[in-house]
């Protein structure tokens, strides 16, 4: 009896001492850093890549809007909100970078509610579906407002740094001592209200005269299998199951890649089989664009080995406007939708 | 299963409850079944070459101890050592004399494809083939009488603590505490979590942290110089002590708290005076393993000189290559060997030159330069132990010599750590460093325990806080994991 008391005072005061110590390293800034990030190895420069902070300094001010897109930079740097603003629909892109679906799943828990869309189109890239959740963390707990979401994200991801992130943000939220960050401009992309953000040093060219020769890699593709997270793929299904229950329709969807990229992707094939069938058990659409023909050429339409480039994004968002039309997740006539 | 893994925080507690509960008779079952399960979670089809392990030496064991005239037994000897280092060859040293055989064809303008096998290294063979060699060559010398109990003896080869990373138990001291009842003792549970705690510390915060910096400068050092690479062997010696003997020390703890003893694997080895006191104070079980096994029946220091020069290079020359298939641990064991064959040739020397600096009668300073100068001549030999190849290696030296003072190199010094966590580091590291030279005074553990309940615990708490907060939480494998 003697050593279980012993024992739970000791984990009590630990805990205590835990909290004190989380508080001191999160108020004690180093170049206007809490020493909490330096702590747990969080790489994330404050306002800088993926444009998380304007994105997330914005959220509040949508509610009940049209879509929603989710996903890791793939997802902000493809959907154009101001497309689908153009077609009269309210849309947001909460996108952000390595977000994967633990990370999706926990942010649309925390703002499903306030945004409250009439559809979900979550974009399902294989480069994040081997990751843990942690690099997408590190950026949501520097660059976005603490939210309830963070408790799920970090135990979810098991690492304790994730956990110290967590309770820091929780920390400064409750002290109102968030530090206060602004977005620094970055060479060749701007992000537009919306959350889509743009690449710029595209603006002065015409499509037509474009044209952007496509490299093999120097001692050609070597393929190489991509092992998908198994938990990872629970989340989607987490996230089809919640987004239901909030009476929103979903879509799966993966972006169009250069066909040679894909050629590096040893098992694309049963990646995109796997994405298939949890749409399938779930009765909701999968669209890989990797496998559905469209226009997109990869020596005129992409930015990189990986992103679509402005003519690329104008193209691909009208062919998913028209599909969602389609296939009845959008009125047909959308000018009588609002 | 890693020992700095969130499964491993579940796994112990639960194995070490569950082992309490049971009656003694059936704990040795028990802790089989774990350690086999600790094994597999790794990869569950490498277990079959650890049972291949245990049967054959159990066989030999018992065969052994039916005969009574030595050279009778030495068939069984034969047998068990060639399937142990039948089993290390394959799947360790295999692809690396293939390689280096192909290589060495080529200067001969022979050009032969070698075939190369395309297996996984199993974690910690070297460790467990050779603890279950000993138990062998003890019973053929007749220092140890046969094991008849066939699941104590595969415990005793795959006891969890020890099974991947050591210390290489002897089966004279192993064995027979399977037999002895445990009960629990708080006191002894408490000094076995605190040696945990301390071997975590060690890993996480230490170790873990300044392997960022070492991994950098040395996977790519064409791109560094000075003293980034000169920082950085520095750092690898503190990396590779904090994370072999924080392996060691979760191992000696968490057997402890189980009520079994494991030996001593390191003893302060960078306060030694000289080489041969090196490998008195690191890695203690493998040393006193290649003392026993090797160099005493080379005949030790009792040949004619040039003989024990040779013994001596040669189980270092071994003992390099135990570490890995690589010649950077071959070049590194021979320059030990090196290291300590030159000192005995140059103990009259240097005496004189100490007697003859005034040296001799200021003994304060002539250790403290010992230690200096034997720190320094381990910290060059890790150069070799830590770079990708032989070729890294030499890069490393001569890059090392272009030292650059400049504002511009001196900012850049913390490299990928960043400033705030490079101080961090050297923070964490001269706290470690102050608590070793405290042990070298007095018995840690003695006078910890003899402090008030208050200090004890404010103690546990630094330690739990910077683990929690500070440590580096990115799953890596101990570093002798691959041996």
């Not at chain 1, 205590?16 to 180093?30: K, P, W």
């Not at chain 2, 022979?110 to 910690?124: H, Q, S």
């Not at chain 2, 005793?156 to 089966?171: C, D, K, M, T, W």
Request: proline share 4%.
């Amino acid at each position: 009896m003697r050593i279980f008391s012993r024992l739970v005072t000791f984990i009590v005061v630990f805990l205590i001492a835990y909290f004190g110590g989380a508080v001191l390293l999160s108020v004690i800034n180093i170049g206007n850093r809490p020493l909490m990030k330096i702590a747990t190895r969080n790489p994330v420069i404050p306002g800088d890549f993926g444009f998380t902070l304007p994105r997330f300094q914005e959220i509040n001010q949508h509610q009940n809007i049209d879509i929603v897109f989710v996903g890791s930079s793939h997802c902000y740097r493809t959907y154009d909100t101001r497309i689908f603003a153009s077609n009269g629909l309210r849309a947001f892109n909460m996108g952000t970078t390595g977000q994967t679906p633990l990370n999706s799943y926990y942010l649309l828990k925390a703002y499903l509610e306030k945004l409250n869309p009439q559809v979900v189109v979550f974009d399902l890239n294989y480069r994040v579906m081997n990751r843990d959740g942690l690099e997408s963390f590190y950026d949501l707990s520097t660059n976005a407002p603490y939210n309830s979401g963070f408790w799920g994200m970090a135990l979810s991801i098991g690492n304790p740094h994730a956990f110290n992130e967590a309770i820091s943000s929780w920390i400064l939220d409750l002290l109102n001592k968030a530090p206060q960050y602004t977005q620094k401009d970055r060479d060749g992309e701007a992000y537009t209200p919306g959350g889509y953000v743009e690449f710029t040093d595209y603006l002065e060219v015409n499509e037509a005269d474009f044209l952007q020769p496509w490299e093999e890699p120097s001692g050609g593709y070597q393929p190489q299998e991509i092992e998908l997270n198994r938990s990872q793929l629970a989340y989607i299904a987490r996230i089809i199951e919640l987004v239901k229950s909030h009476g929103a329709k979903i879509v799966l969807l993966t972006k169009p890649e250069p066909q040679e990229n894909l050629k590096v992707v040893a098992n694309y094939d049963e990646i995109s089989t796997d994405f298939a069938s949890i749409a399938a058990k779930y009765d909701i659409p999968f669209w890989d664009y990797n496998k559905i023909a469209h226009p997109l050429k990869t020596e005129k339409h992409y930015h990189d080995k990986e992103y679509l480039n402005p003519f690329g994004v104008n193209i691909f968002n009208a062919l998913l406007l028209r599909q969602l039309q389609t296939e009845g997740f959008l009125p047909e006539n959308l000018s009588r939708a609002k | 299963m890693l020992f700095n893994s969130f499964e491993f925080t579940l796994f112990f507690p639960i194995v070490v409850f569950t082992f309490f509960l049971l009656p003694h008779r059936f704990r040795w079952a028990f802790l089989l079944g774990a350690s086999y399960y600790f094994y597999m979670c790794w990869k569950a089809e490498y277990l079959v070459l650890i049972i291949i392990s245990t049967l054959i030496d159990y066989f030999a064991g018992i065969q052994m101890g039916k005969i009574s005239e030595q050279a009778k037994r030495k068939k069984y000897l034969y047998l068990s050592l060639l399937a142990n280092l039948g089993i290390l060859f394959s799947f360790k040293y295999a692809n690396f004399f293939s390689e280096s055989m192909r290589i060495a064809l080529q200067q001969f303008n022979i050009f032969y494809e070698m075939p190369l096998f395309d297996w996984l290294l199993p974690v910690g063979i070297s460790f467990y083939t050779f603890q279950s060699l000993s138990y062998s060559i003890d019973v053929y010398r007749g220092e140890k009488t046969p094991e008849h109990h066939l699941g104590k003896f595969a415990l005793y080869v795959a006891f969890f603590p020890q099974l991947v990373a050591g210390p290489i138990e002897r089966s004279v001291r192993l064995l027979p505490q399977f037999d002895k009842p445990v009960s629990f003792d708080y006191d002894r549970v408490v000094s076995g979590l605190r040696l945990m705690l301390w071997g975590f510390f060690k890993k996480l915060v230490i170790a873990d942290r300044v392997a960022i910096y070492v991994n950098e400068a040395y996977n790519h050092p064409a791109e560094y110089q000075g003293l980034v690479l000169i920082i950085a062997t520095y750092f690898f010696a503190v990396q590779i002590y904090c994370d072999f003997s924080g392996y060691s020390d979760i191992a000696i703890g968490a057997a402890r708290v189980m009520g079994y003893d494991l030996m001593t694997n390191f003893r302060q080895p960078y306060f030694s005076r000289s080489i041969s006191e090196f490998w008195r104070r690191w890695h203690i079980s493998l040393s006193t393993w290649f003392k026993d096994y090797l160099y005493i029946p080379l005949g030790g220091n009792r040949v004619d000189k040039y003989r024990w020069y040779f013994n001596l290079f040669m189980v270092f020359l071994i003992s390099g290559l135990w570490h890995g298939a690589n010649w950077t641990f071959v070049f590194w064991g021979a320059l030990h060997g090196f290291y300590l064959v030159f000192a005995i040739v140059s103990t009259n020397f240097r005496d004189s030159l100490a007697k003859l600096s005034g040296l001799a009668s200021l003994p304060w300073l002539r250790n403290a330069l010992k230690v200096f100068v034997t720190y320094h001549l381990v910290w060059f030999a890790w150069i070799f132990f830590r770079a990708n190849s032989i070729g890294d290696a030499f890069l490393i030296i001569e890059r090392m010599l272009m030292l650059d003072f400049s504002g511009d190199a001196l900012g850049n010094i913390s490299l990928a750590l960043g400033t705030g966590e490079f101080l961090i580091a050297l923070a964490f590291i001269a706290f470690m460093e102050m608590v070793h030279l405290f042990q070298t005074r007095i018995s840690l553990q003695q006078w910890f325990t003899a402090r008030p309940l208050y200090f004890r615990w404010l103690v546990y708490y630094t330690l739990l806080l910077s683990i929690t907060l500070f440590g580096v939480f990115s799953r890596s494998e101990f570093i002798y994991f691959q041996f």
